[in-house]
């Protein structure tokens, strides 16, 4: 039979509580999980506003109207999950011909070649344009934010149950004293160097 040798521990003393130690490891490692999963949906919200950021600066550098045409319509590179697409538009400005490419991707893309179509235009750079019908950009942000908001508000909630039952638990710890057990007696053989004993 084997047995648990314990250091500094006296016989008749308190044994160490080691489901208590267990649990308290449980805990921290929960905790260190939501806060991971947390930093994880605070990322997912920062990249949502990040990219809403781009669009925003679309809105409010692109005042000009005007009419296009879209020309054509670009291919992203091959990838498992299909093509992706972006229009081309053909516009007058300032007397000059522009052929600007959207650096939006979508699939499938909300325009035709051959579509109108209305945008804006940075009168200090005419190839920096804003298309308010393309919403992919705003799609993707509402996305990334959506999922990050959600994912923060289910993992709090979490935390609070997990916190909650903590405090709980700490308030009705009962404190259970063992005694040790003792052993039955062992037959001790002792020999000399001799063997005569």
């Known amino acids: 039979m084997k047995r648990i040798i314990l250091q500094d521990y006296e016989p008749g003393g308190q044994l160490p509580d080691i489901e208590g ?3 308290k490891v449980r805990k921290v490692k929960q905790y260190v999980t939501m806060f991971g999963l947390m930093v994880f949906c605070m990322i997912f919200i920062g990249v949502g506003i990040f990219v809403m950021s781009f669009e925003n600066r679309d809105k409010r550098e692109c005042t000009i109207p005007v009419s296009s045409r879209v020309i054509d319509l670009v291919a992203s590179s ?4 299909g ?3 972006a229009p081309v538009y053909e516009f007058e400005f300032e007397g000059r011909t522009y052929k600007v490419q959207s650096n939006s991707y ?3 893309c909300p325009f035709s070649v051959g579509e109108e ?5 940075d009168p200090d ?5 804003y298309s308010p019908k393309d919403k992919t950009t705003l799609t993707v942000a509402i996305v990334f934010i959506a999922i990050g908001a959600v994912g923060a508000i289910v993992f709090m909630v979490l935390g609070i149950k997990t916190l909650m039952k903590s405090k709980r638990d700490n308030g009705e710890e009962t404190y259970v004293n063992e005694q040790y057990t003792e052993y039955p007696d062992e037959v001790t053989e002792y020999y000399s160097e001799d063997n005569q004993y």
């Open 106 to 108: 979508s699939s499938p």
């Open 21 to 23: 130690i267990a649990n």
């Open 78 to 81: 091959s990838s498992s999950s």
């Open 125 to 129: 750079d005419p190839k920096h344009i």
């Open 83 to 85: 093509r992706t697409y």
């Open 117 to 121: 179509v209305k945008i804006y235009v």
